[in-house]
């Protein structure tokens, strides 16, 4: 609380003291600030003036006989002049043309200010309507009813005004379908020289690629890093800067801090007009977790639009260190690696100055969010540590000329303005038509010759079923009493089927809740009793974990993989139906219920058993799967306590021959997390293995993998349970239910396999080959010992023997006598994000 006073109130401080130096800093050459549909002058604090559109004599608009000229019933004299261009607007009822005579070439902002006014002519929120700019397409079939928000909006773009021999800017609004455009005001002003770069970083890391030109730019966000929202009043430009609070993926792991702005400085080459200093002097950087070695990032998450190429900008400024080249850290983003051991005092050659770099990314395909995450360096005798004080992400348009989707502008564009662009365009675009038409017929008549064969059966994905509206019958592709086919991917359910399975999903069925949703106990009509995973919309788990899941399931089976009966994906729904497992997961049997706690042959046997499945997974299927989930929820329980390994959703194809890792966006839960995956963005099966040798220690012990409400040195199981290995004293962490019960010899086994699991590099863990012929030594010698010793006091088992100190024969590559530090998410406490989801799965 302290830190966000204090940074209040030197923001109150320097809006008193700069506010009127700020707002005349900056003269454009061009600045058309147009109040649509008013009739008086508005003069807002900020600096601007805006005119009405109707009689400017720098603006033009047309045509004007289409025109209706609307006001609110407001009585101005008690709106805020801020607000006074949303108290009015102008509609059109054909396509119509504002055109703005600038006085230079290059970059403008152009800015649009839309709102539904409220009158008894026109239904504004209904309205549907496409915006074109100098040919770039910047809004498709807007509607404010698909907006989905009832506040004012601002669309912020960036248009090269010059750049096809056209002085002039011309803004068209077109109705679509019978309806109208309208616009509250247009706001026109140069862009300084210098403010966007010739050179760019592409994202993964290149060499630098020269900025894209004869493109157009779309603010997406603005973001003031740890520091309050920034008006227009505060902007030289006029731009609005918003708190980064809403972004962050775990507000926990980020602390904000801030400095006076009167000693932030602009470095060489760094335009004032960047950013303002209110954004530089303020910053998030990373919390104190409380730990030795602190290995988390900081994660902001935002929604993008697919498809599209990004300008990404961050802006840095050093208002933590004491000293230069104190403070180095990463940047990332898209789990890409932007910045590697950064050190921003190398670019301002001192503290408390500006700098911002920018680099170019592409958003990511089938994924609508872009993550962007800052952490400390690998670098020793460094304190781990990261900063970032704003950030902009720039949507710049498509080859198609287009801002909002792949819809070209040209239809709409006026036929007088940039004809020689269009025609070749279309002659273009006549010819590859041509060409598809003759490719289209040349493949009906090879189909229609075609020697009719047997349908094989196709491997891949299944597409689901997309019925709109209520389901009335059981019967459904795939199901008993259905003839189809599902392909081989299991039974294919009728969603009133599962429904009635579930008596309409009953509470008092739930089994289970996780990320992907909630799972209740269900009977089929043939009395079969199935496990019904029913997932939730608002869940970050969805099509791509449900799909994977099923293709995953239908090509495995094994006794130790729980086996996929069926699936629906009907009205929108993904439900998977299992086979149940009468006695649930294998934590609730370890701690947190009532149930008895198991023996150490049973746990012994159960970790047995998930080996197998896990070996079976890696060796076994037709080619090599990694679970990358692996957790004591993850690991079911029959009635007869045998283990399966379930929930594929993250699961991903091992390597080829040709290859030693997968590339892939880290997932994975809280505290099971393989460090060297997690660093590298390496996946390999030795990232199951880990997470294995966490769930040994986790069964061994009978506390959870993370639990920050004991002492720091305890919150990880897997460092601290190491610590005591090491040590030679695992019995002392051990679960007391085990004492008197667990071979000295058995458990010795036991505790190497681990450490050998939870090795730091993935070459020097075992296979899951070698951890099952370990676990299976270890249970034999439990079992030898008890046919062979009759004495329950024997030495041979651990009652509690304070000296107990067995011989310790360290890892191949690891130093007896250090405890290795784990680099990864889950060195921290759960204060902290663990990347995707802090629930995890």
């Not at 005579?101 to 902002?109: L, Q, V």
């Not at 710049?396 to 940039?418: T, V």
Request: contains cysteine.
């Amino acid at each position: 609380m302290a830190g966000t006073k204090g940074l209040l109130l030197i923001y109150l401080v320097y809006v008193c003291c700069f506010k009127s130096m700020v707002c005349s800093s900056f003269s454009p050459l061009d600045g058309f600030f147009i109040d649509c549909g008013g009739n008086r002058t508005l003069k807002l604090e900020d600096g601007r003036v805006f005119e009405p559109d109707y009689g400017n004599a720098d603006v033009g608009f047309s045509p004007t006989s289409h025109v209706v000229v609307l006001e609110t019933d407001m009585d101005s004299s008690n709106e805020s002049n801020d607000l006074g261009v949303y108290n009015s607007a102008r509609v059109f009822t054909v396509a119509s043309n504002y055109t703005f005579s600038t006085k230079e070439i290059g970059h403008h902002w152009l800015r649009l200010h839309f709102y539904p006014v409220e009158n008894p002519h026109y239904n504004l929120t209904n309205a549907v309507f496409s915006v074109v700019s100098d040919g770039i397409r910047l809004l498709h079939e807007f509607s404010y009813s698909k907006f989905g928000k009832s506040s004012r909006l601002l669309k912020e773009y960036i248009i090269d005004v010059g750049a096809s021999s056209l002085k002039d800017l011309v803004l068209t609004l077109s109705p679509v379908n019978g309806s109208v455009a309208f616009i509250n005001g247009i706001e026109v002003v140069s862009v300084p020289n210098g403010l966007f770069g010739s050179k760019v970083i592409p994202v993964p890391l290149g060499t630098a690629v020269d900025m894209p030109t004869n493109v157009a730019f779309e603010m997406a966000y603005r973001i003031n890093m740890g520091g309050p929202l920034l008006t227009p009043k505060n902007d030289t430009l006029w731009r609005t800067w918003e708190p980064d609070k809403p972004y962050l993926a775990n507000p926990a792991a980020a602390h904000n801090v801030s400095a006076n702005p009167g000693v932030i400085e602009y470095s060489a080459g760094v335009l004032a007009e960047a950013a303002p200093k209110w954004v530089y002097a303020t910053a998030q950087e990373m919390a104190n977790a409380n730990v030795t070695d602190q290995k988390f990032n900081i994660s902001w998450f935002f929604e993008v639009d697919q498809n599209f190429t990004y300008l990404v900008r961050f802006h840095f400024c050093d208002i933590v260190s004491v000293a230069p080249h104190s403070l180095i850290f990463n940047v990332y983003i898209n789990n890409q690696s932007a910045l590697n051991s950064f050190d921003i005092s190398t670019k301002t050659m001192e503290l408390s100055a500006a700098y911002f770099i920018d680099f170019l990314v592409n958003a990511s395909v089938g994924s609508n969010q872009m993550l962007v995450q800052i952490g400390p360096s690998v670098l020793r005798n460094f304190p781990p540590n990261a900063i970032l004080n704003g950030l902009e992400i720039i949507k710049i348009s498509n080859p198609s000329d287009s801002l909002d989707g792949d819809f070209h502008a040209i239809s709409i564009y006026p036929k007088s303005l940039k004809i020689k662009k269009w025609m070749p365009l279309a002659i273009l675009s006549c010819l590859g038509s041509f060409a598809l038409l003759l490719i289209c017929l040349a493949v009906f008549f090879l189909c229609l010759h075609r020697s009719k064969k047997p349908k094989h059966q196709p491997s891949a994905w299944l597409s689901l079923p997309t019925q709109i509206g209520v389901s009335e019958t059981k019967i459904s592709t795939g199901s008993f009493a259905s003839t189809a086919q599902s392909l081989g991917l299991g039974r294919i359910l009728a969603f009133l089927e599962i429904r009635e399975a579930t008596n309409n999903f009953d509470e008092s069925l739930v089994l289970g809740v996780g990320g992907f949703g909630k799972v209740y106990r269900g009977v089929l009509d043939n009395g079969v009793v199935v496990a019904v995973k029913r997932g939730n919309p608002r869940s970050q788990q969805g099509l791509t974990e449900f799909k994977t899941e099923i293709e995953m399931l239908s090509k495995l089976r094994h006794r130790h993989l729980v086996s996929l009966i069926g699936y629906c994906g009907e009205l929108n729904e993904m439900i998977l139906v299992y086979e149940f497992m009468a006695s649930g997961p294998l934590r609730k049997h370890l701690y947190d219920s009532n149930l008895p706690p198991l023996t150490w042959k049973q746990r012994l046997e159960i970790c047995i058993g998930a080996a197998k499945g896990l070996h079976y997974l890696h060796t076994g299927a037709a080619e090599s799967i990694i679970h990358r989930d692996v957790k004591t929820t993850n690991i079911l329980l029959d009635e007869n306590l045998n283990a399966k390994v379930a929930d594929f959703g993250l699961s991903k194809s091992g390597p080829t021959l040709e290859q030693t890792h997968v590339s892939t966006a880290v997932k994975g839960s809280f505290g099971y997390l393989d460090p060297e995956y997690f660093r590298r963005q390496q996946l390999t099966e030795k990232s199951d293995v880990y997470s294995f040798g966490v769930v040994l220690m986790e069964v061994l012990c009978a506390r959870p993998a993370i639990n920050p409400a004991l002492p720091r040195e305890q919150v990880n199981l897997a460092e601290w349970a190491m610590c005591w290995q090491k040590r030679g004293r695992l019995d002392q962490i051990m679960d007391p239910h085990l004492m008197g019960s667990a071979n000295v010899e058995s458990l010795r086994k036991f505790g190497e396999t681990a450490e050998k699991c939870l090795a730091e590099q993935g070459v020097e863990r075992p296979t899951m080959g070698d951890v099952l012929w370990n676990l299976e030594y270890a249970l034999q010698l439990q079992e030898t010992s008890i046919q062979t010793v009759a004495d329950e006091n024997s030495a041979n088992y651990i009652p509690d023997i304070p000296d107990w100190s067995p011989q310790i024969e360290p890892a191949d590559g690891d130093d007896a006598g250090t405890i290795s530090n784990k680099e990864s998410d889950a060195a921290t406490s759960s204060l902290f994000s663990q990347l995707m989801d802090p629930k995890g799965r």
